[in-house]
Structures are given as structure tokens and as C-alpha cells.
């Protein structure tokens, strides 16, 4: 069956096309999430922060990818046998479409083979797109923090454990 969307890291790109993605992920970060939220996604990410992963999506087309075309992206940062995955992001235009669901699959493959056991997220209770996608993925909400993100805006904590996929 032939691939949609490819799923790769910045880590392994060259400098220029690493930054490249990187600026096009702080574009849709500054208009997805509000200020306290958004993650800093400079240039110090792509080398020099070794537990950090920054994840792009493009889109496959006629059997090749388009670096150029940033469908979604993602960072995790590994501790031991757990991921802090603090970022899922698809690019408005491409949503609905299953990629959500398809980074996810990558990102816990990816991380199993790292030999990791759970991913931690945390999420605000509002965004219901974000929480319903992660319960798809196996993950359980375990604790709840009130004005977790600012008054009045509730942090839910979820997890996922690894060990425990089929
Ligand atoms: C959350 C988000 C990543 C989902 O990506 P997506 O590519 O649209 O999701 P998919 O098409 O793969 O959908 C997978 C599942 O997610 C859930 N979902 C996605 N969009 C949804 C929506 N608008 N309403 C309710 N559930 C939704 C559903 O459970 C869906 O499964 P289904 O299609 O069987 O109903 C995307 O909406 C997004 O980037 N939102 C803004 C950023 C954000 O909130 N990130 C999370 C916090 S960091």
C-alpha cells in the first residue's frame, strides 16, 4: 500500500533544510497556540539538545516527498523509559484527514524501539480535537489540574503505556 505521509525528524536533515522546517513549524506555531503556549522552536533544537525530538510530517506525492510542504509536526523529550510529548500539531488544511492519527502511530513506534515505556502529555481539557484523538490512541487521562494553562483553563494529564500495546 503506498504512503500518504512521511514522518521523519529534523535531526536528520542537513542545517539549511533543518531550519527551513523549523521556521515553517514556528509560522503555524505563532498562529495555533497562544503565546504561553507556544513552544520556541529555534534554530538550538535541531543539534544541540540531545533528549529533544522535533518530528515534521510532508505529504507523499507521485512517490515522492516534498520537504517543502509541512503537513504536521511534533516534539517529544525523552527521560529514561518515559516521553514527555509536549507538542502535536497539525497544519489547519491538512486536519480531518488521518494524519493526526498517523504521526501518533509513528511517534509510539518510534519510541518503543527506543526501548521507552510510556509517553506522558499534558493537555487543556477544551481542546477537545487533542484529547479525543489521544483516548484513540490508547492514552488515559490520569490527573486533572485546574488553571493548569492559565485561570481558569484545566491541564488534563494523559498516558500511554508502551509495554502494554499489542
Ligand atoms: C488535534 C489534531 C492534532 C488532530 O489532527 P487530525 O489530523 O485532524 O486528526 P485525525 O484526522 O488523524 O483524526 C484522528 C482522531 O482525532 C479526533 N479528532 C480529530 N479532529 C477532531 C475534531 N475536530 N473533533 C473531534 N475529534 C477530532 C477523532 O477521534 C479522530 O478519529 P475519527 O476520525 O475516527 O473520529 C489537530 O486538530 C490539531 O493540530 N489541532 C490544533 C493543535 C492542538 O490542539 N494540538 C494538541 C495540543 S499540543
Known sequence: MSRTWNHSDIHSLKRDEALE????????????FPT???????????KKKPNTRVLYTTRVAAGVSSRRDLV??????RQKGVALLHKVCVIEA?????????????????????GCQQIHLWVDEAREPARSLYRRCGFEERETIPDYYAPGRTGIKMVLDLE???
Open 164 to 166: 502494554h500495546d499489542p
Open 21 to 32: 522546517i523549523l521556521a515553517q513549524i514556528a509560522r503555524s506555531e505563532k498562529k495555533t
Open 36 to 46: 504561553n503556549e507556544a513552544f520556541a522552536f529555534g534554530e538550538e533544537l535541531w
Open 94 to 114: 491538512y486536519r480531518r484527514q488521518g494524519v493526526g492519527r498517523d504521526l501518533m502511530l509513528y511517534i509510539q513506534q518510534r519510541l518503543r524501539k527506543e
Open 72 to 77: 504536521a509536526y511534533a516534539v517529544y523529550v
